[in-house]
């Protein structure tokens, strides 16, 4: 029997949408994209629409969207798509609450439709070989350094600086996904020092510690005002050996050594795992690393830091 064919639209037309998500549903043979829906963009090829209302109210044959805007006007929309009985794929992070996520995720069961959080860091080509090497092994301790330039990233964008908008978490929380996921004990925050641009609701950088079973230590270093290279790494000590997670997860080396590497394919991973979830009839929604991120803001001692300015956002 030929697989189901799903008719997908995408709620935000940005950048992440262009480059990620519209390329990764046209490849995929089990989507067809459909419409899309933006205030501002218009995408080639499909109806477009003002509002997800507006989508919703046509005759258009949607079975599923892909909501692809900022955090905080997120819930309300996947609310929308959940009670109009439509499958919904939610951008990272699924939300700026664990509380709404955790609503989103009843709604969902209500409903008997699928919802799916992604993390796309998750599908980094050598995250699950990290995750099978470390399986056996007692891990010692782990750090993190996940510096980028957020100018460079998010030129302009004002909602990452509001409440919500989880600043240097947008990127740092992708981190604590590939951790969450690879770890094969619990952890836990112990501290955190949060530093804030004189001009921001959210930090521009963080310096975590986390503590787990058997005295295993975890540091993270998150920074969004990284120049020249921008780095993504790693780094896991065991009784067995260190691994290190390169460029995101792209490469994992085994004390120094190259043991596993692979073409980057996170969107089109995350489609074929929107697709099984389709057919089964099931949802997948981690809110682990939000958890993380949401004991930060609880823990973390906050630092003044100089004002951030950008003057394509108004910073």
């Known amino acids: 029997m030929a697989a189901k064919l799903y008719n997908i639209a995408i709620v935000?037309?940005?950048?992440?949408?262009?480059?990620?998500?519209?390329?990764?549903?046209?490849?995929?043979?089990?989507?067809?994209?459909?419409?899309?829906?933006?205030?501002?963009?218009k995408a080639d090829g499909v109806p477009n629409f003002i509002s997800l209302s507006d989508m919703l109210e046509s005759d258009t044959n949607v079975d599923a969207v892909s909501l692809c805007v900022p955090p905080q006007v997120r819930f309300d929309m996947a609310c929308e798509a959940l009670l109009a009985k439509k499958?919904?794929?939610l951008e990272k992070p699924p939300?700026?609450?664990?509380?709404?996520?955790?609503?989103?995720?009843?709604?969902?069961?209500?409903?008997g439709v699928s919802l799916f959080a992604t993390w796309h860091s998750r599908y980094a080509p050598a995250v699950e070989t990290a995750k099978q090497w470390l399986s056996d092994k007692r891990i010692k301790s782990v750090k993190i350094i996940w510096k980028e330039d957020v100018k460079h990233w998010?030129?302009?964008?004002?909602?990452?600086?509001?409440?919500?908008?989880?600043?240097v978490f947008d990127p740092g929380i992708n981190a604590l996904s590939i951790l969450t996921y690879i770890m094969n004990v619990p952890f836990h925050l112990q501290k955190a020092e949060l530093k804030f641009p004189q001009n921001c609701e959210t930090p521009i950088a963080a310096d975590m510690a986390f503590t787990g079973e058997n005295r295993?230590?975890?540091?993270?270093?998150?920074?969004?005002?990284q120049e020249g290279a921008q780095q993504w790494d790693i780094y896991v000590q065991t009784d067995?050996?260190?691994?290190?997670?390169?460029?995101?997860?792209?490469?994992?080396?085994?004390?120094?050594?190259?043991?596993?590497?692979?073409?980057?394919?996170?969107?089109?991973?995350?489609?074929?795992?929107?697709?099984?979830?389709?057919?089964s009839n099931q949802s997948d929604?981690?809110?682990?690393?939000?958890?993380?991120?949401?004991?930060?803001?609880?823990?973390?001692k906050r630092t003044i830091v100089e004002q951030f300015h950008d003057d394509r956002s108004g910073h």
């Open 12 to 41: 935000g037309v940005g950048e992440i949408a262009r480059n990620q998500h519209i390329p990764a549903i046209l490849k995929n043979g089990d989507f067809k994209f459909c419409a899309a829906v933006s205030r501002h963009q």
């Open 87 to 89: 499958h919904v794929l």
């Open 95 to 111: 939300g700026i609450s664990v509380v709404e996520v955790e609503r989103l995720i009843d709604l969902a069961n209500r409903q």
């Open 154 to 167: 998010h030129p302009g964008q004002k909602w990452i600086w509001q409440a919500g908008g989880m600043g």
């Open 216 to 225: 295993l230590e975890i540091e993270a270093e998150f920074d969004w005002r």
């Open 240 to 279: 067995a050996g260190n691994i290190h997670l390169v460029e995101g997860g792209s490469q994992m080396l085994i004390d120094g050594a190259l043991h596993f590497e692979a073409p980057e394919a996170e969107y089109p991973n995350i489609y074929a795992r929107f697709s099984d979830l389709l057919n």
């Open 285 to 300: 929604v981690d809110i682990m690393p939000l958890k993380h991120v949401a004991d930060a803001f609880m823990l973390g």
